[in-house]
């Protein structure tokens, strides 16, 4: 999937360290969403941010997860305090906003595993 | 609140036989409506999207879908398969006419092409 850049593509952690994802949106898109996919799940929905705005973070677990998207450089999922029940992949996906265009362009994904 | 159904978790085929993936939505306004193909370890590439207009909807790779906003449907069909269409299709719906593009997806269908 050329344009949305996501890395690292594959995040080891110990039970009660952090993980920080990142994802660039393809040039010239303002929009981010972030999608997390639990093992033979489809994927969930967690936060949608633009430029050091978050729009909805509706999907948002209550505690540990928080996510930012500054002026300048990527979006950033942090997850503090890690659990086993984290391990999943992590999705981003990126629009210019416009209606019509729904995210159609997805990074590859971070593949999350807690030890 | 939007919702998808895919009743088929697995579905296996012959090489070059037909296939048809069932969708199922539950909205109370109008919706997009779109399916994706996830590779293994890949993100989700986009494969068509219903916004308006014609009730059948072309999309890459010669898949095709309908949608039945009676049956509240949107089945993705392909008239004959080939061994590299073996991957995970999701079903996702986002509410229409609206510039916040959260998706809603369906828990996918594993399409599995043998010779």
């Known amino acids: 999937n050329a344009g949305v850049m996501q890395n690292p593509r594959h995040l080891v952690r110990r039970r009660g360290q952090e993980a920080r994802l990142r994802c660039s949106p393809m040039?010239?898109?303002?929009?981010v969403y972030w999608y997390r996919q639990l093992p033979e799940e489809g994927l969930k929905f967690m936060v949608y941010?633009?430029?050091?705005?978050?729009?909805?973070e509706s999907g948002m677990p209550k505690e540990r997860f928080s996510a930012e998207f500054p002026k300048e450089g990527p979006s950033i999922l942090r997850i503090q305090q890690v659990v086993r029940g984290d391990s999943a992949a992590y999705f981003c996906?990126?629009?210019?906003?416009?209606?019509?265009?729904?995210?159609?362009?997805f990074g590859d994904g971070t593949r999350l595993s807690i030890l | 609140a939007q919702s998808v159904t895919q009743l088929d978790s697995q579905v296996p085929v012959f090489e070059e036989a037909p296939v048809e993936l069932r969708c199922n939505y539950s909205?109370?306004?109008?919706?997009?409506l779109f399916w994706y193909v996830q590779y293994p370890n890949q993100g989700l590439q986009l494969l068509l999207k219903?916004?308006?207009?014609?009730?059948l909807v072309k999309g890459i790779n010669g898949f095709e879908a309908e949608f039945n906003k009676s049956q509240t449907s949107f089945h993705l069909r392909k008239p004959s398969v080939h061994i590299s269409d073996t991957a995970e299709y999701f079903c996702?719906?986002?509410?229409?006419?609206?510039?916040?593009?959260?998706?809603?997806f369906g828990t996918g269908t594993r399409l599995l092409v043998s010779p």
């Open positions: 996906a990126s629009s210019d906003g416009t209606p019509d265009l729904q995210p159609q362009h």
């Open positions: 040039k010239g898109h303002s929009h």
């Open positions: 941010l633009q430029k050091e705005n978050i729009i909805d």
């Open positions: 909205s109370s306004v109008s919706v997009y």
């Open positions: 219903y916004l308006s207009g014609s009730t």
């Open positions: 996702a719906v986002t509410k229409g006419n609206t510039g916040f593009q959260k998706l809603v």
